[in-house]
T-cell receptor
Framework: GAGVSQTPSNKVTEKGKYVELRCDPISGHTALYWYRQSLGQGPEFLIYFQGTGAADDSGLPNDRFFAVRPEGSVSTLKIQRTERGDSAVYLC???????????FGSGTRLTVV | AQSVTQLDSQVPVFEEAPVELRCNYSSSVSVYLFWYVQYPNQGLQLLLKYLSGSTLVKGINGFEAEFNKSQTSFHLRKPSVHISDTAEYFCAVIAGGGTSYGKLTFGQGTILTVHP
């Protein structure tokens, strides 16, 4: 596609539920990143994929968070046992390897009630 | 670890006036520097980046920024703003000269509001 696509754009879930957030990167981009942006804050790094593998997952806050990219294209961020503190906008970005001009998607706004 | 400080959380300005959004960073290693803009309910759009070379970097929409290594700053400027420049602006850094690529560290953001 022309840009990075994230679905859903909005997700409301109950505390304790499981959610999946999807990211479709720009075709041919081998690098993919997830960030989390809480209200009034700058985005914070979660995880970085180069191809299918997670090259850096140091930003994942705890073991309730997990992300996959099985075929080196689409990525899914998975959150188990959601908590109200997980409410934020989750942003995905992609780029060619070694290119610092990341393209961000519009994000998924997650609200845990 | 690196950090980014945006010195102003909000900057109001009149249309056609000049503007400067301030950004300071801290890092014990060399850095790459970026400015992003975020319009309401949209993702981040890259305005400009400094990787190496000339310290004055020109970006899209008439913005420019200057890398000052001695002052560890990367301030964003525009000589004449438009109503359409109203948005939130984020300064960001990648530390390590590329060895830690992928991990952008962002500032808290500066909301620029352009008044008619």
């Amino acid at each position: 596609g022309a840009g990075v696509s994230q679905t859903p754009s909005n997700k409301v879930t109950e505390k304790g539920k499981y959610v999946e957030l999807r990211c479709d990167p720009i075709s041919g981009h081998t690098a993919l990143y997830w960030y989390r942006q809480s209200l009034g804050q700058g985005p914070e790094f979660l995880i970085y994929f180069q191809g299918t593998g997670a090259a850096d997952d140091s930003g994942l806050p705890n073991d309730r968070f997990f992300a996959v990219r099985p075929e080196g294209s689409v990525s899914t961020l998975k959150i188990q046992r959601t908590e109200r503190g997980d409410s934020a906008v989750y942003l995905c970005a992609s780029s060619f390897a070694g290119d610092y001009g990341y393209t961000f998607g519009s994000g998924t706004r997650l609200t845990v009630v | 670890a690196q950090s980014v400080t945006q010195l102003d959380s909000q900057v109001p300005v009149f249309e056609e006036a000049p503007v400067e959004l301030r950004c300071n960073y801290s890092s014990s290693v060399s850095v790459y520097l970026f400015w992003y803009v975020q319009y309401p309910n949209q993702g981040l759009q890259l305005l400009l980046k400094y990787l190496s070379g000339s310290t004055l970097v020109k970006g899209i929409n008439g913005f420019e920024a200057e890398f000052n290594k001695s002052q560890t700053s990367f301030h964003l400027r525009k000589p004449s703003v438009h109503i359409s420049d109203t948005a939130e602006y984020f300064c960001a850094v990648i530390a390590g000269g590329g060895t830690s690529y992928g991990k952008l560290t962002f500032g808290q953001g500066t909301i620029l509001t352009v008044h008619p």
